[in-house]
């Protein structure tokens, strides 16, 4: 992986799901099969048969994608009886019921992958593929710890300790870098009434690595 490329990549600090691309396969693969009983074992079996489907490989697709299910015109979805039933090797259900029943059956999220080029979802302190939009865009398993900290605008030298799980809600519950850096910022204008009526305010460049003084933000 080229080190510039890398570091354009870390320095945008948007929300775009392509800087997933820059992890390595071995990290990812890594990080992903750690299963913890609280957070792998109940539906490990659930998304490596979703995925074996075709309809589940698109960008964006999602479990009304999948066969046997119809979607209303109130935009709710429901089994298609007309067909048979597709089972797992469990004998469970492909579609489980939860999925359908979720927001009253008119939710995209249960089991849907990502897109490459559009905004994340708000990351939780667990990837439930039950109720978000978490699966990665290409690959059959859930966003990695690390992705989920690039998406934050966590930098990649940044280090999370405890349990897979713990990991997961130390990134889920914190607050996005680049908004905590605005929010920073933005405060401090304000304290220092030194804002105005604009609506939009614009960040110096290299604004979390500047002193006072260079920001114009002189003490009280």
Not at 11 to 31: F, G, I, P, R, Y
Request: proline letters at 7%; hydrophobic letters at 35%; a negative charge.
């Amino acid at each position: 992986m080229s080190s510039v490329k890398h570091s354009q990549v870390v320095e945008k600090e948007n929300h775009s799901c392509q800087q997933l691309c820059e992890l390595s396969e071995t990290e990812a693969s890594q990080d992903a099969s750690k299963k913890t009983s609280h957070i792998w074992s109940s539906f490990v079996e659930q998304v490596e048969s979703m995925c074996v489907s075709t309809s589940l490989m698109i960008l964006g697709a999602n479990f009304r994608d999948l066969p046997g299910i119809i979607v209303g015109a109130d935009n709710g979805v429901q089994r298609d009886l007309t067909v048979e039933p597709i089972l797992m090797p469990s004998g469970k259900p492909l579609v489980p019921d939860y999925a359908i029943n979720f927001c009253d059956g008119k939710s995209t999220r249960p089991f849907s992958r990502l897109w490459w080029d559009e905004t994340v979802p708000t990351l939780l302190c667990r990837p439930d593929l039950h109720s978000q939009s978490i699966l990665h865009p290409e690959q059959d398993r859930v966003l990695t710890i690390r992705e989920c900290a690039r998406l934050q605008g966590f930098p990649d030298y940044y280090e999370f300790c405890g349990s897979v799980k713990e990991r997961y809600c130390q990134v889920g519950n914190a607050v996005a870098i680049p908004v905590a850096r605005a929010l920073g910022f933005a405060l401090g204008m304000a304290v220092r009434k030194l804002t105005g009526d604009e609506p939009i305010m614009t960040l110096p460049p290299k604004f979390s690595h500047s002193t006072a003084s260079c920001c114009n933000l002189h003490p009280i």
